[in-house]
């Protein structure tokens, strides 16, 4: 559930009306809601009530400040993937204790900025990174938090460039080498083994999955306490998936079923449960607010063309996603929908946000909203053909506030520099 909805024929993000906030920020803009993001923290939290659980929003989703600040104040923690990610989420006031750092690629400086953190936790992904913490942690005389990311080779059974439990996979450590790793771990200085980490893949709608994974999870901890390790905490990982059209039932993948899951088969294993969510919370909390430019007839097709585009918003193009597209001036009942290709400016046949889509009819000069752009949507964006980065508004009842201005051509253009012999 989320709260953009229709007041007299007019879209509101909570207590805002679209369209004048669209004549305030100019299109195309990123809108979120806080009262969604805030609802969809605590659905999720009480799914978890009576577990000791920790949640640590996977911030690659929407690293944007305000949305942190948002989550901090309900209690979360952060996952983190990279440096920027770290320096953000500390610059957004949440603690090192509240930050795992994830990522198959941590390189020395990270390791060091997050000893200097104090972070809660490294996941390890592989045998070299483990020597690279242990020699980091011993020269600055630390110890480091670790848990080593297990790779269970299950299928997510979602698409293929976000699925990561699979052995082809480049994440994490195989589950049937992870047992001799961690006893390498142990002998190693300056590392304090605490957990295990396992994140199977992202946009899961059919829960079998990570029941298989948690159940290989649950044995695997076995193992480990039987070798005489200490494991404090199972990080569980993201991956959690959300409707993106009104026609797909939830219900089968409401975070109580997630929960119950989590419960059923490591609920009783006397371990701090740590879930990274990032889609789950935010994805249905923002939506990208575009005008349309021209309507164009072509032989084959009718073209809606918009001024957002790919390089605002890939995931139609990267992973065929499936945005709702809606006008902001909502369509009178008997309206004749007609299909439609939804595409931007930008100079390449994929870039389009929908395709062969039923819309009602639209004209030039129309605000549309795309649904469900909340998760990975401002965070993967791109400046392709010198686009500026879109602005991010963060409503609140019937405040806002840009929190993200649409920066400047200068700003632009003057990241560049020409070298002497060209001056
Ligand atoms: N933890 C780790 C280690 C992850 O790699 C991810 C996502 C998450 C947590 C959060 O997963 P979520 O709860 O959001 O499913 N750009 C793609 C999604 C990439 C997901 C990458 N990892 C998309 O737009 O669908």
């Given at each position: 559930?989320?709260?953009?909805?229709?007041?007299?024929?007019?879209?509101?993000?909570?207590?805002?009306?679209?369209?004048?906030l669209?004549?305030?920020?100019?299109?195309?803009?990123?809108?979120?809601?806080?009262?969604?993001?805030?609802?969809?923290?605590?659905?999720?939290?009480?799914?978890?009530?009576?577990?000791d659980?920790?949640?640590?929003?996977?911030m690659?989703?929407?690293?944007?400040?305000?949305?942190?600040?948002?989550?901090?104040?309900?209690?979360?923690?952060?996952?983190?993937?990279?440096?920027?990610?770290?320096?953000?989420?500390?610059?957004?006031?949440?603690?090192?204790?509240?930050?795992?750092?994830?990522?198959?690629?941590?390189?020395?400086?990270?390791?060091r900025?997050?000893?200097?953190?104090?972070?809660?936790?490294?996941?390890?992904?592989?045998?070299?990174?483990?020597?690279?913490?242990?020699?980091?942690?011993?020269?600055?005389?630390?110890?480091?938090?670790?848990?080593?990311?297990?790779?269970?080779?299950?299928?997510?059974k979602?698409?293929?460039?976000?699925?990561?439990?699979?052995?082809?996979?480049?994440?994490?450590?195989?589950?049937?080498?992870?047992?001799?790793?961690?006893?390498?771990?142990?002998?190693?200085?300056?590392?304090?083994?605490?957990?295990?980490?396992?994140?199977?893949?992202?946009?899961?709608?059919?829960?079998?999955?990570?029941?298989?994974?948690?159940e290989?999870?649950?044995?695997?901890?076995?193992?480990?306490?039987?070798?005489?390790h200490?494991?404090?905490?199972?990080?569980?990982?993201?991956?959690l998936?959300?409707?993106?059209?009104?026609?797909?039932?939830?219900?089968?993948?409401?975070?109580?079923?997630?929960?119950?899951?989590?419960?059923?088969?490591?609920?009783?294993?006397?371990?701090?449960?740590?879930?990274?969510?990032?889609?789950?919370?935010?994805g249905?909390?923002g939506?990208?607010?575009?005008?349309?430019?021209?309507?164009?007839?072509?032989?084959?097709?009718?073209?809606?063309?918009?001024?957002?585009?790919?390089?605002?918003?890939?995931?139609?193009?990267?992973?065929?996603?499936?945005?709702?597209?809606?006008?902001?001036?909502?369509?009178?009942?008997?309206?004749?929908?007609?299909?439609?290709?939804?595409?931007?400016?930008?100079?390449?046949?994929?870039?389009?946000?929908?395709?062969?889509?039923?819309?009602?009819?639209?004209?030039?000069?129309?605000?549309?909203?795309?649904?469900?752009?909340?998760?990975?949507?401002?965070?993967?964006?791109?400046?392709?053909?010198?686009?500026?980065?879109?602005?991010?508004?963060?409503?609140?009842?019937?405040?806002?506030?840009?929190?993200?201005?649409?920066?400047?051509?200068?700003?632009?253009i003057?990241?560049?520099?020409?070298?002497?012999?060209?001056?």
């Open positions: 559930m989320h709260h953009f909805t229709y007041r007299n024929g007019r879209l509101h993000a909570e207590d805002v009306d679209l369209v004048s669209a004549q305030k920020v100019g299109t195309p803009f990123y809108c979120y809601s806080t009262a969604t993001l805030t609802r969809h923290y605590q659905v999720f939290q009480k799914s978890l009530s009576g577990l659980a920790m949640i640590c929003f996977a690659k989703a929407n690293s944007n400040q305000a949305v942190l600040k948002t989550f901090a104040r309900l209690g979360a923690g952060v996952d983190v993937v990279s440096e920027g990610e770290l320096r953000r989420a500390r610059q957004a006031g949440i603690s090192g204790q509240k930050i795992t750092f994830s990522g198959v690629g941590k390189t020395d400086q990270e390791i900025l997050a000893l200097e953190e104090n972070i809660f936790c490294f996941n390890v992904e592989s045998v070299p990174e483990l020597h690279a913490i242990s020699r980091i942690a011993t020269g600055m005389n630390k110890t480091a938090s670790i848990s080593i990311r297990v790779n269970p080779d299950v299928d997510a979602t698409h293929h460039k976000i699925s990561t439990g699979k052995s082809e996979n480049k994440f994490g450590i195989p589950i049937s080498e992870a047992r001799s790793v961690y006893r390498e771990a142990s002998q190693m200085p300056g590392l304090a083994i605490s957990g295990v980490d396992m994140h199977i893949g992202s946009q899961i709608t059919d829960l079998s999955p990570f029941e298989d994974a948690f290989l999870l649950a044995d695997f901890v076995k193992q480990l306490r039987s070798d005489g200490h494991i404090d905490h199972l990080d569980l990982g993201g991956g998936g959300i409707p993106y059209t009104d026609d797909h039932d939830p219900n089968s993948y409401h975070p109580d079923h997630y929960a119950a899951i989590v419960k059923k088969h490591v609920g009783s294993l006397g371990c701090k449960l740590v879930f990274e969510p990032g889609r789950m919370l935010v249905n909390a939506i990208l607010v575009c005008q349309v430019i021209y309507i164009k007839q072509g032989d084959a097709k009718s073209f809606v063309i918009v001024d957002a585009a790919m390089n605002d918003l890939v995931r139609p193009t990267l992973y065929d996603a499936y945005h709702e597209i809606r006008p902001i001036i909502e369509a009178g009942p008997d309206s004749q929908k007609s299909l439609v290709d939804v595409v931007g400016p930008v100079c390449e046949s994929g870039d389009f946000l929908a395709q062969g889509r039923l819309l009602p009819p639209v004209s030039q000069g129309d605000l549309l909203a795309i649904y469900s752009a909340g998760a990975y949507g401002a965070v993967q964006a791109g400046t392709y053909n010198s686009r500026l980065l879109i602005p991010e508004v963060l409503v609140h009842a019937s405040d806002w506030a840009i929190v993200r201005p649409r920066p400047s051509y200068e700003a632009l003057g990241l560049d520099r020409i070298p002497v012999w060209l001056e």
